[in-house]
């Protein structure tokens, strides 16, 4: 009898937001976003200064939650869904639980990309996606065993998505994506004229 299984698996979560919690008015959401990147100097300076393209808010407001009652109510979401993830994910958190590290917004212009990278210090990442017009990329995953396959084959145009070497996931408005922080991801080209807007955050073990 012939038996093949996966091992090692990698899990990536994608559920709509509404999903948990109380709902989070899309709208609403991305008017706060455009609202707090146009009075956040200090990030608009930061940005500019590091070549990134649009605006985060990551270098400059670290309290997101603190500060706007929806950002309040989209963590209170988000931890609802990070509790099912880390469940499907058979972690053993004993006393402890995982919790909100930060929240930033993410505003990408036509042309920006944002390239492949991890979340270090993290357990869980994820987005949620608040504007994103007809053009505006994926989210590109890239399998983490990619250094050790030096001599194999590449894979199938239609092989499974388990089984691809790259994977783009192409999340809706009010659609959340969680990963261990651990897989690299990226952001190919916003080759939309309108902006494209996601909330991203880390999550830690404490
Ligand atoms: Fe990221």
Same mark, same amino acid.
């Given at each position: 009898m012939t038996e093949i299984t996966s091992l090692f698996a990698t899990r990536l979560y994608h559920a709509k937001? #509404?999903?948990?919690g109380a709902p989070v008015d899309p709208a609403e959401l991305e008017n706060s976003c455009l609202v707090i990147a146009d009075d956040d100097e200090a990030g608009q300076d930061w940005c500019e200064e590091h070549g990134y393209p649009g605006y985060t808010s990551y270098a400059s407001l670290s309290d997101l939650p603190w500060r706007f009652p929806i950002f309040k109510d989209l963590v209170a979401v988000l931890d609802a869904h990070v509790a099912a993830f880390a469940k499907d994910l058979a972690f053993d958190l004993g006393d402890k639980k995982l919790q909100l590290e930060d929240i930033w917004i993410n505003i990408l212009p036509e042309g920006g990309i944002h390239t492949g990278h991890i979340h270090p210090h993290s357990v869980i990442s994820g987005t949620t996606y608040v504007a994103m017009p007809d053009g505006a990329s994926a989210i590109k995953f890239e399998d983490p065993r990619l250094a050790m396959m030096m001599a194999a084959p590449t894979r199938m145009k239609d092989a499974r998505d388990e089984l691809r070497t790259f994977f783009y996931a192409k999340p809706e408005v009010g659609d959340v994506l969680l990963w261990e922080s651990w897989l690299r991801h990226e952001v190919p *080209?916003? *080759? #939309?004229e309108e902006e494209r807007i996601s909330v991203s955050f880390n999550y830690t073990w404490g």
């Open positions: 937001l #509404s999903e948990h *080209m916003n *080759m #939309s």
